[in-house]
């Protein structure tokens, strides 16, 4: 049956005679992790990850795939294979074991109700 | 004068109206799928930048975008015989250096209309060329990428460049009435834009290591015309599509 | 604890293990995070079984979106004015997109994108069934961008509440840009619907010839699909064929019928009792048919994607680099 898509008629009849071989690792290119910089002034976040073949084209392709609607004022790309992270399994490290809200604003809520108490004091004396 | 301006915007439009409509023939069928999004992005615009032309003359009381795009008989369309050509057998290598020849030629061609003296087109060149700027880097990107890597993907190149090379030099054949378009500064000559492209153009296709000068004269001889209203013998069909359901029912919204 | 820990398949440790033979203590840990309602990252512990499944799901909604671009991809050169052929050809754009960023999503799984296409064109893994019908005229775009987009949303949005973080965060944006999508659409079908009798008239012809593939859109009924009462309590399978398929009947049946469509269902009706749509057999062996590739298009779909990958691969060869080595996105 001829297709009824007119540009895919076009390739006809070659269309139907195609060798593929299965592809191989990497015919796809490696990865990049692409951060957008929204606006001037914000850090870089991380949105995706895409397929290029090297920094150039990434950018070029992360260009349309991930800022194409969104306003933002620039892209990063990093390979995936130069990321660096902790390991999930330390997650743990990131919990405090004691009471650190010494070194916290929110650590010095009762200050006030010191000074109160000694003014309290001074009057009742 | 009115007549004179339209010859002058339609040749910009259409260019960009069925080179539009060629870039849309490879969405789905792009070599991987981050270059077929970006592709079908570039193609995008162009079509909306036809649209922006139109829109012009649509300002002055001549038909609307829609009307000139899928209402007009073959003969009135001024577009080049370059982006006519299809894409045969979707050679992706045909696909990328006419985008590099067309888009180097937008370049210049909109760098020159900023200055326009006909002002609603200045000020449109000054907002396309935004969206051009990622058309030409997108397009030097690939060309200087992909000459300099296989035997294969040069050649595929070089095949390509050669194939295209004499249309896009007719890219700024010279318009109708083109002297009064100069002397009324709307433009340069075109023959002035074209060296200004091929400044471009030289050292990146030099690069690469094709030669660049002028297509011999009984080469471009049976392509000239385009401009004034000579179509190839690919148009017909591509407008039979474009225009398929519109017509239709031509009194129909869609 | 510094490392560029990036992940490689070949370096998770219980890759093809049954569930019977996982660490029981992990599996606890993994299932406890999921019912605290936390995420399941890439790099985080997970049972195969987990990753095979979400893998399978992803990669064939992945397989739906670029298959997905081709009958109304179709069209875009035939659009009929300026607005409709620049939506068009962003809404196909969008489906392309789409795929990319759920082949990502499967991809940090441990399955290798090439390795999805390769399944994808020997058959072996599945695309939704829709896809396979012909799209054969104008008004077929407009009720696919409206119809078979609602049914994409109902089925996304039930998804983008699942446990993994890669697959709900693309699913997210991938929402977001299918409403434009279904607005799109459902504008698109208004205007035929209000337009000339001709219009009408395709736009039905279009309804009566999609209605059935949309009916067998969200999979078999419940009582011909099989239950896994794991994949509930792991958050990869949110909602039922059947709740799925009642949600877009409620949704859309009225919209349909706002516009003066007939539903080519003589007995399609809710049951003020049980509240429920009640609707004829949609000819299940027709959805069975089509899944093992006896749909009107399936051979051309998987020959355009071939011919594709095949024209694009001196492209792809000319700028591999040598030193790349193959590592799972994170995202
Ligand atoms: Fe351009
Ligand atoms: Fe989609
Ligand atoms: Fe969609």
Same mark, same amino acid.
């Given at each position: 049956?001829?297709?009824?898509?007119?540009?895919?008629?076009?390739?006809?009849?070659?269309?139907?005679?195609?060798?593929?071989?299965?592809?191989?690792?990497?015919?796809?290119?490696?990865?990049?992790?692409?951060?957008?910089?929204?606006?001037?002034?914000?850090?870089?976040?991380?949105?995706?990850?895409?397929?290029?073949?090297?920094?150039?084209?990434?950018?070029?392709?992360?260009?349309?795939?991930?800022?194409?609607?969104?306003?933002?004022?620039?892209?990063?790309?990093?390979?995936?294979?130069?990321?660096?992270?902790?390991?999930?399994?330390?997650?743990?490290?990131?919990?405090?074991?004691?009471?650190?809200?010494?070194?916290?604003?929110?650590?010095?809520?009762?200050?006030?109700?010191?000074?109160?108490?000694?003014?309290?004091?001074?009057?009742?004396? | 004068?009115?007549?004179?301006?339209?010859?002058?915007?339609?040749?910009?439009?259409?260019?960009?109206?069925?080179?539009?409509?060629?870039?849309?023939?490879?969405?789905?069928?792009?070599?991987?799928?981050?270059?077929?999004?970006?592709?079908?992005?570039?193609?995008?615009?162009?079509?909306?930048?036809?649209?922006?032309?139109?829109?012009?003359?649509?300002?002055?009381?001549?038909?609307?975008?829609?009307?000139?795009?899928?209402?007009?008989?073959?003969?009135?369309?001024?577009?080049?015989?370059?982006?006519?050509?299809?894409?045969?057998?979707?050679?992706?290598?045909?696909?990328?250096?006419?985008?590099?020849?067309?888009?180097?030629?937008?370049?210049?061609?909109?760098?020159?209309?900023?200055?326009?003296?006909?002002?609603?087109?200045?000020?449109?060149?000054?907002?396309?060329?935004?969206?051009?700027?990622?058309?030409?880097?997108?397009?030097?990107?690939?060309?200087?990428?992909?000459?300099?890597?296989?035997?294969?993907?040069?050649?595929?190149?070089?095949?390509?460049?050669?194939?295209?090379?004499?249309?896009?030099?007719?890219?700024?054949?010279?318009?109708?009435?083109?002297?009064?378009?100069?002397?009324?500064?709307?433009?340069?000559?075109?023959?002035?834009?074209?060296?200004?492209?091929?400044?471009?153009?030289?050292?990146?296709?030099?690069?690469?290591?094709?030669?660049?000068?002028?297509?011999?004269?009984?080469?471009?001889?049976?392509?000239?015309?385009?401009?004034?209203?000579?179509?190839?013998?690919?148009?017909?069909?591509?407008?039979?599509?474009?225009?398929?359901?519109?017509?239709?029912?031509?009194?129909?919204?869609? | 604890?510094?490392?560029?820990?990036?992940?490689?398949?070949?370096?998770?440790?219980?890759?093809?293990?049954?569930?019977?033979?996982?660490?029981?203590?992990?599996?606890?840990?993994?299932?406890?995070?999921?019912?605290?309602?936390?995420?399941?990252?890439?790099?985080?512990?997970?049972?195969?079984?987990?990753?095979?499944?979400?893998?399978?799901?992803?990669?064939?909604?992945?397989?739906?979106?670029?298959?997905?671009?081709?009958?109304?991809?179709?069209?875009?050169?035939?659009?009929?004015?300026?607005?409709?052929?620049?939506?068009?050809?962003?809404?196909?754009?969008?489906?392309?997109?789409?795929?990319?960023?759920?082949?990502?999503?499967?991809?940090?799984?441990?399955?290798?994108?090439?390795?999805?296409?390769?399944?994808?064109?020997?058959?072996?893994?599945?695309?939704?069934?829709?896809?396979?019908?012909?799209?054969?005229?104008?008004?077929?775009?407009?009720?696919?961008?409206?119809?078979?987009?609602?049914?994409?949303?109902?089925? #996304?949005?039930? =998804?983008? &509440? +699942?446990?993994?973080?890669?697959?709900?965060? !693309?699913?997210? @944006?991938?929402?977001?840009?299918?409403?434009?999508?279904?607005?799109?659409?459902?504008?698109?079908?208004?205007?035929?619907?209000?337009?000339?009798?001709?219009?009408?008239?395709?736009?039905?012809?279009?309804?009566?010839?999609?209605?059935?593939?949309?009916?067998?859109?969200?999979?078999?009924?419940?009582?011909?699909?099989?239950?896994?009462?794991?994949?509930?309590?792991?958050?990869?399978?949110?909602?039922?064929?059947?709740?799925?398929?009642?949600?877009?009947?409620?949704?859309?049946?009225?919209?349909?019928?706002?516009?003066?469509?007939?539903?080519?269902?003589?007995?399609?009706?809710?049951?003020?009792?049980?509240?429920?749509?009640?609707?004829?057999?949609?000819?299940?062996?027709?959805?069975? #048919?089509?899944? =093992?590739? &006896? +749909?009107?298009?399936?051979?051309?779909?998987? !020959?355009?994607? @071939?011919?594709?990958?095949?024209?694009?691969?001196?492209?792809?060869?000319?700028?591999?680099?040598?030193?790349?080595?193959?590592?799972?996105?994170?995202?």
């Amino acid at each position: 049956m001829a297709s009824l898509d007119p540009r895919i008629r076009r390739a006809e009849p070659a269309l139907w005679n195609v060798e593929l071989p299965p592809l191989l690792p990497l015919d796809q290119w490696q990865t990049y992790e692409v951060f957008v910089v929204r606006t001037r002034g914000s850090h870089a976040q991380h949105v995706g990850s895409l397929h290029a073949p090297d920094p150039e084209l990434a950018l070029v392709l992360a260009k349309e795939q991930y800022a194409r609607r969104s306003t933002c004022v620039a892209l990063w790309v990093v390979p995936t294979d130069a990321i660096h992270r902790t390991a999930s399994e330390e997650e743990d490290l990131f919990q405090p074991a004691t009471d650190k809200s010494y070194r916290e604003p929110q650590g010095y809520l009762t200050t006030r109700e010191r000074l109160e108490k000694y003014r309290h004091r001074l009057q009742s004396c | 004068m009115l007549e004179t301006l339209e010859i002058l915007l339609l040749s910009l439009a259409d260019d960009d109206l069925i080179l539009g409509h060629r870039h849309a023939e490879w969405i789905g069928l792009g070599p991987i799928l981050e270059e077929d999004i970006a592709f079908a992005s570039i193609g995008q615009d162009e079509i909306g930048h036809a649209q922006a032309y139109y829109q012009l003359l649509t300002d002055l009381g001549l038909p609307t975008p829609d009307e000139y795009a899928f209402k007009r008989p073959a003969e009135r369309f001024r577009c080049a015989h370059l982006v006519e050509l299809p894409n045969t057998d979707y050679d992706y290598a045909q696909a990328l250096m006419r985008h590099f020849l067309y888009d180097a030629a937008e370049q210049v061609r909109l760098q020159a209309l900023r200055q326009s003296r006909y002002e609603p087109l200045a000020g449109l060149a000054e907002r396309l060329l935004r969206e051009e700027k990622y058309h030409w880097l997108h397009a030097r990107t690939w060309v200087e990428k992909l000459g300099h890597s296989t035997e294969e993907a040069y050649l595929r190149l070089k095949s390509a460049y050669h194939l295209l090379w004499p249309y896009a030099w007719l890219l700024f054949e010279e318009l109708p009435q083109e002297a009064a378009m100069v002397e009324a500064g709307w433009l340069p000559p075109n023959a002035e834009l074209r060296s200004r492209w091929l400044e471009l153009i030289t050292p990146i296709l030099a690069g690469i290591g094709f030669e660049v000068g002028p297509p011999a004269s009984e080469v471009l001889l049976p392509l000239q015309g385009a401009r004034h209203g000579l179509r190839s013998p690919h148009f017909e069909a591509l407008l039979a599509e474009m225009t398929e359901v519109s017509a239709s029912e031509p009194e129909a919204e869609w | 604890m510094y490392g560029n820990l990036v992940l490689r398949p070949d370096e998770i440790p219980n890759w093809g293990k049954k569930i019977e033979e996982e660490d029981p203590e992990k599996l606890a840990e993994f299932e406890a995070r999921i019912a605290r309602g936390e995420k399941i990252e890439p790099w985080d512990w997970m049972p195969f079984e987990y990753r095979r499944q979400l893998i399978r799901m992803i990669e064939q909604h992945a397989h739906s979106e670029i298959i997905g671009a081709l009958p109304e991809g179709t069209w875009i050169t035939r659009a009929p004015n300026f607005r409709r052929k620049l939506a068009l050809m962003a809404k196909v754009q969008d489906e392309v997109g789409h795929a990319q960023l759920l082949y990502s999503a499967a991809e940090t799984l441990g399955k290798s994108r090439e390795a999805m296409i390769n399944d994808l064109l020997s058959g072996k893994s599945k695309y939704s069934n829709i896809f396979n019908y012909p799209a054969k005229t104008w008004a077929d775009t407009a009720i696919i961008a409206w119809l078979v987009d609602a049914g994409a949303i109902i089925n #996304q949005t039930t =998804n983008s &509440k +699942g446990s993994y973080g890669p697959y709900v965060r !693309a699913l997210e @944006r991938i929402c977001w840009e299918e409403s434009f999508h279904l607005k799109y659409g459902y504008d698109s079908v208004v205007y035929l619907a209000t337009g000339t009798p001709k219009q009408r008239a395709m736009l039905q012809d279009a309804l009566n010839r999609w209605w059935r593939p949309i009916m067998h859109f969200f999979g078999p009924p419940d009582t011909q699909s099989v239950h896994t009462e794991k994949l509930v309590r792991w958050k990869v399978k949110l909602a039922t064929n059947d709740e799925m398929r009642q949600q877009f009947l409620d949704m859309y049946v009225p919209k349909i019928w706002e516009l003066g469509l007939t539903i080519p269902d003589p007995i399609l009706h809710k049951d003020p009792e049980t509240g429920r749509w009640v609707y004829s057999d949609p000819n299940w062996e027709e959805f069975w #048919q089509v899944i =093992n590739g &006896k +749909g009107p298009c399936n051979a051309e779909r998987l !020959a355009v994607r @071939r011919f594709a990958e095949a024209n694009g691969r001196w492209v792809r060869e000319a700028l591999k680099s040598p030193q790349a080595r193959y590592v799972m996105p994170l995202a």
